[in-house]
């Protein structure tokens, strides 16, 4: 995975500049990676959540845009024009990879249940169990009452649907009820991020007001602050909210 910018010239040339960093200055610099032309893209198909781009050209080359927010992709399809300037007609073959990404996601960690999925984010994230340092890039599922967290191969929705002797498409990285979420705790210095302290199985409280629990804190770094408080208002909406152990919500600075 590298991170690249796309430039669209007046001559409808679409050039793919890899975004790196000096080792002098520590300041980004651009190179360019290829370059192709409007005319040439064949189809264009968008991923669950409008958080991932599969362009195709006419020469055998392919591209995977992980976006990570809807408006990035939005961005992304206005930059390669798939439709036309009045925004009436396709100039290619616009596909969804959703209906493969959902079955893909029932069958591999679900055990073929087919779950509500309230919400799918493209993150990244870190928990406190697994000695994690830096931010993992990985799949967020708001499914069934459940959080799951999934490690999403985005390399193979190039060749996609796959046969049963493929190798997984999702792994499951970590999963919890959201009945076990008993503090949120928003934060805005930097990049919008969010921490989730949950509950541990098997896990007692001495009183409630000093309780003991063992638990376990991940931590998300979402695309914008809207991002966190929706999901915020999704987790409370599904939260039971007991009386003998409520959930708690605390915002650090203004988000």
Not at 154 to 175: G, I, K, V
Not at 198 to 207: A, D, Q, V
Not at 224 to 239: D, I, P
Request: charge should be neutral; aromatic fraction near 8%.
């Amino acid at each position: 995975q590298r991170e690249v910018v796309l430039l669209l010239s007046s001559q409808e040339k679409l050039y793919v500049l890899l975004v790196g960093v000096s080792t002098d200055s520590q300041e980004s610099n651009l190179s360019l990676l290829c370059t192709h032309t409007i005319d040439d893209i064949q189809d264009v198909s968008v991923g669950l959540g409008l958080q991932v781009v599969r362009v195709r050209f006419k020469e055998d080359t392919e591209y995977i845009f992980i976006t990570e927010s809807m408006e990035k992709t939005t961005v992304l399809l206005n930059i390669i024009k798939v439709l036309d300037s009045q925004g009436t007609e396709s100039k290619c073959s616009l596909g969804s990879l959703e209906n493969v990404q959902v079955e893909l996601f029932e069958k591999e960690i679900c055990s073929g249940l087919k779950l509500s999925i309230f919400q799918y984010s493209v993150l990244r994230f870190k928990s406190n169990t697994l000695g994690e340092v830096a931010w993992l890039l990985r799949s967020l599922f708001v499914a069934g009452g459940q959080l799951f967290i999934c490690n999403e191969d985005f390399r193979r929705l190039s060749s996609l649907p796959t046969d049963a002797s493929s190798a997984p498409y999702f792994l499951l990285h970590s999963s919890c009820s959201i009945s076990d979420i008993f503090e949120m705790v928003t934060e805005s210095r930097g990049s919008p991020c969010l921490s989730l302290k949950i509950k541990l199985k098997n896990s007692t409280y001495e009183t409630k007001r000093h309780r003991t629990v063992n638990s376990v804190t991940w931590k998300f770094k979402l695309f914008s602050a809207e991002c966190v408080l929706k999901f915020v208002a999704l987790v409370k909406g599904l939260h039971p909210d007991s009386p003998e152990f409520p959930l708690l919500v605390r915002h650090l600075g203004q988000i």
